[in-house]
């Protein structure tokens, strides 16, 4: 149960909302509500999936960031090629430490930049002679590779290469897919459209490529992970649980996944997604085309895992749903003791959330596990089909907030005064700076995993070892100080 009422929510919103001219105010009210369980459709509360307002610090991505630095970039066995500028490839490069296994720059290919290092006669006379140049170098460099993806960024689109016609010429020269990805950064309103081009793309180029491969032996319980990036190794302990569980992941991807798992997906038995946004366009594509059955699940605390196997068991036969009952038998004394050891260290501390993809409303159950009560969650780039989902999962009355812009998040959070903040990158210094305690959600702050049971217990450890330090009581906000203590430390 939320510490605020609905009418303390309802007039914090407002109050916040006052700065803003008239129109601006407007608008962004629509994206900010009191939560209301009871609602069916997030669409009569909460706005999602519009443009940012002009002059707002939004806190979204690009289209290209959601194809290149979520959806194709970990595959790791194929080359994924920032077709633009230098500077897109090298800030998405290695940033969201998808863990692989492989030789780097041998057969794994997934810590390294590949560009095409426009210069201005590029854009001036276009770069697809250049393209074309670079898939040549690329097989003499690493002749290892499976295959290439041309990640398009905004001049790309701008100048309009003909990025499809020099990689049917490629994929034909080299017997390997290149794969043309319309991902240029200015389409649409966030990294979301760069999810849905992707697995598009992945439609397109590579999914149907071993339908009439027979060689495939395939067995009754052959499921898939899909949507799972291995930030911090996630997609490991997931994948251990449902082997031991009875069941043979045939596919994992993103996340250390490879060009043969992809186009092996259309033979699994259930495609299991974890984040819903940025692959359920695909598993709804594999379910009308192959007839393939596909259903969410999330591993993020014990409550949910015991909820999701269960849920993932009752799918097949009784041979797995035994098997689902025999893993949360083993692991139900370490998630016994891991709470009985920081329950009593983090019960009724708050948590303020805003994260992109699933995070925002599947790790409430992880939280509420340990006694910590999610006051406040939102998402950078959610649909309302995400919010659907959300509310159903908070408190009565708690904050939603969707694609907060900075001013915002930072006022709602000096209102409600959480004990804990979970965000991203551009949000963790200038909390930290204010003395509140912060935990990276988008690469778990070099730690992880966080999924399964194995990972739970990580998660417990990092936030009793955020929350729970002491020098977060010995900071003082720079702009907080007075001129004599700046001063005395100057002298």
Not at 22 to 35: I, V
Not at 115 to 137: A, N, R, Y
């Given at each position: 149960?939320?510490?605020?009422?609905?009418?303390?929510?309802?007039?914090?919103?407002?109050?916040?909302?006052?700065?803003?001219?008239?129109?601006?105010?407007?608008?962004?009210?629509?994206?900010?509500?009191?939560?209301?369980?009871?609602?069916?459709?997030?669409?009569?509360c909460?706005?999602?999936?519009?443009?940012?307002?002009?002059?707002?610090m939004?806190?979204?991505?690009?289209?290209?960031?959601?194809s290149?630095?979520?959806?194709?970039?970990?595959?790791?066995?194929?080359?994924?090629?920032?077709h633009?500028?230098?500077?897109?490839?090298?800030?998405?490069?290695?940033?969201?430490?998808?863990?692989?296994?492989?030789?780097?720059?041998?057969?794994?290919?997934?810590?390294?930049?590949?560009?095409?290092?426009?210069?201005?006669?590029?854009?001036?006379?276009?770069?697809?002679?250049?393209?074309?140049?670079?898939?040549?170098?690329?097989?003499?460099?690493?002749?290892?590779?499976?295959?290439?993806?041309?990640?398009?960024?905004?001049?790309?689109?701008?100048?309009?290469?003909d990025?499809?016609?020099?990689?049917?010429?490629?994929?034909?020269?080299?017997?390997?897919?290149?794969?043309?990805?319309?991902?240029?950064?200015?389409?649409?309103?966030?990294?979301?459209?760069?999810?849905?081009?992707?697995?598009d793309?992945?439609?397109?180029?590579?999914?149907?490529?071993?339908?009439?491969?027979?060689?495939?032996?395939?067995?009754?319980?052959?499921?898939?992970?899909?949507?799972?990036?291995?930030?911090?190794?996630?997609?490991?302990?997931?994948?251990?649980?449902?082997?031991?569980?009875?069941?043979?992941?045939?596919?994992q991807?993103?996340?250390?996944?490879?060009?043969?798992?992809?186009?092996?997906?259309?033979?699994?038995?259930?495609?299991?997604?974890?984040?819903?946004?940025?692959?359920?366009?695909?598993?709804?594509?594999?379910e009308?085309?192959?007839?393939?059955?596909?259903?969410?699940?999330?591993?993020?605390?014990?409550?949910?895992?015991?909820?999701?196997?269960?849920?993932?068991?009752?799918?097949?036969?009784?041979?797995?749903?035994?098997?689902?009952?025999?893993?949360?038998?083993?692991?139900?004394?370490?998630?016994?003791?891991?709470?009985?050891?920081?329950?009593?260290?983090?019960?009724?501390?708050?948590?303020?959330?805003?994260?992109?993809?699933?995070?925002?409303?599947?790790?409430?159950?992880?939280?509420?596990?340990?006694?910590?009560?999610?006051?406040?969650?939102?998402?950078?780039?959610?649909?309302?089909?995400?919010?659907?989902?959300?509310?159903?999962?908070?408190?009565?009355?708690?904050?939603?907030y969707?694609?907060?812009?900075?001013?915002?998040?930072?006022?709602?959070?000096?209102?409600?005064?959480?004990?804990?903040?979970?965000?991203?990158?551009?949000?963790k210094?200038?909390?930290?700076?204010?003395?509140?305690?912060?935990?990276?959600?988008?690469?778990?702050?070099?730690?992880?995993?966080?999924?399964?049971?194995?990972?739970?217990?990580?998660?417990?450890?990092?936030?009793?070892?955020?929350?729970?330090?002491?020098?977060?009581?010995?900071?003082?906000?720079?702009?907080?100080?007075?001129?004599?203590e700046?001063?005395?430390?100057?002298?």
């Amino acid at each position: 149960m939320t510490s605020m009422t609905r009418e303390e929510t309802e007039a914090l919103i407002q109050e916040v909302l006052e700065v803003y001219p008239e129109k601006s105010a407007k608008d962004r009210a629509k994206h900010l509500t009191a939560n209301d369980p009871a609602v069916e459709q997030s669409k009569k509360c909460i706005t999602s999936n519009r443009k940012s307002l002009p002059g707002v610090m939004t806190i979204r991505g690009c289209a290209y960031a959601g194809s290149k630095g979520v959806v194709w970039g970990p595959i790791k066995d194929m080359i994924h090629v920032s077709h633009g500028p230098v500077g897109c490839g090298q800030y998405s490069r290695a940033g969201r430490r998808n863990y692989y296994v492989g030789m780097t720059g041998v057969n794994t290919f997934g810590t390294m930049n590949f560009t095409s290092d426009f210069q201005e006669k590029d854009i001036v006379f276009g770069g697809d002679k250049k393209l074309d140049k670079l898939v040549d170098e690329i097989e003499q460099l690493f002749p290892l590779n499976k295959g290439v993806t041309v990640q398009s960024e905004c001049p790309i689109g701008l100048i309009g290469d003909d990025i499809e016609a020099v990689s049917k010429k490629k994929t034909k020269e080299k017997q390997k897919p290149v794969v043309p990805v319309r991902c240029e950064g200015f389409r649409g309103v966030s990294q979301s459209l760069g999810h849905h081009i992707a697995n598009d793309a992945v439609r397109d180029w590579v999914l149907h490529n071993r339908d009439n491969d027979n060689r495939f032996e395939s067995t009754p319980y052959d499921v898939t992970i899909i949507g799972d990036y291995n930030i911090g190794g996630d997609a490991w302990a997931s994948r251990t649980l449902l082997e031991e569980m009875g069941l043979r992941v045939i596919a994992q991807w993103s996340g250390d996944g490879t060009l043969a798992e992809m186009e092996n997906t259309p033979k699994a038995k259930l495609n299991l997604l974890h984040c819903y946004r940025s692959m359920n366009y695909i598993s709804r594509h594999m379910e009308e085309k192959y007839g393939i059955p596909w259903m969410e699940y999330n591993f993020f605390g014990p409550t949910k895992i015991e909820e999701s196997l269960r849920a993932i068991a009752a799918r097949f036969d009784d041979k797995i749903k035994e098997g689902a009952e025999r893993v949360i038998a083993k692991y139900k004394p370490l998630m016994e003791a891991t709470i009985a050891k920081y329950r009593p260290r983090l019960e009724g501390k708050k948590v303020m959330l805003y994260v992109g993809g699933l995070r925002p409303r599947h790790i409430i159950g992880a939280y509420e596990d340990l006694g910590m009560e999610v006051v406040g969650t939102g998402y950078e780039f959610a649909h309302n089909d995400d919010y659907d989902r959300t509310i159903k999962e908070m408190g009565d009355s708690t904050l939603i907030y969707d694609d907060v812009t900075g001013y915002e998040f930072e006022e709602f959070v000096k209102k409600i005064k959480p004990d804990l903040i979970g965000s991203g990158i551009k949000e963790k210094y200038i909390f930290q700076k204010m003395g509140i305690p912060f935990r990276q959600m988008h690469s778990w702050d070099y730690s992880g995993p966080y999924h399964g049971y194995d990972g739970f217990a990580i998660f417990a450890r990092d936030m009793d070892m955020t929350l729970n330090n002491p020098c977060w009581g010995k900071l003082q906000a720079p702009w907080k100080k007075t001129e004599s203590e700046s001063v005395t430390k100057a002298a």
